[in-house]
């Protein structure tokens, strides 16, 4: 029963909260400079901020095709920092309706698609649709009977 008790003394000690451990506090990044308009009744907006580290920040955006069935929020911006090598990184951005669209200098690209995957593409692409049917089976085009039995 002992050896019990001092186990249960030991896990409660040693799960207990360990505080003034090196490392555990940062300085704070202060804000020098921060804006808001917005959000306005016609969903309109803008800010923007910069920090005491080097990071700007500034977005805005505003309702498409307001009062209709199309009626999407837009947002563009964009943000810049320098990386931890020392590399300045800037993104711009655009979100809408058709997507999320970024651009940085330092993204990857794809490579170029090669020659016979591109002519295999647009002759895919030039070639008509096949259509199904409810049950999803292919609709064939009406053949004529003599074609049939001729």
Not at 8 to 15: G, K, N, V
Not at 46 to 62: D, H, K, L, M, R
Request: proline share 11%.
């Amino acid at each position: 029963m002992q050896v019990i008790v001092i186990a249960c003394l030991a896990a409660i000690a040693s799960a207990a909260p360990q505080f003034n451990q090196p490392g555990q506090y940062t300085t704070p990044i202060p804000i020098v400079q921060q804006s808001q308009d917005g959000p306005h009744p016609d969903g309109s907006y803008q800010y923007s901020y910069a920090t005491g580290n080097g990071i700007n920040v500034e977005e805005s955006g505003y309702l498409k095709n307001p009062g209709t069935q199309d009626e999407a929020q837009v947002a563009q911006g964009g943000f810049s920092y320098t990386a931890p090598d020392g590399t300045p990184i800037q993104i711009k951005y655009l979100a809408d309706d058709e997507g999320f669209k970024v651009e940085g200098a330092h993204l990857p690209t794809p490579p170029p698609i090669p020659e016979a995957i591109q002519r295999a593409l647009e002759f895919l692409a030039s070639q008509p649709q096949q259509q199904y049917d409810e049950q999803g089976f292919p609709v064939q085009a009406a053949q004529p009977l003599r074609a049939n039995f001729g």
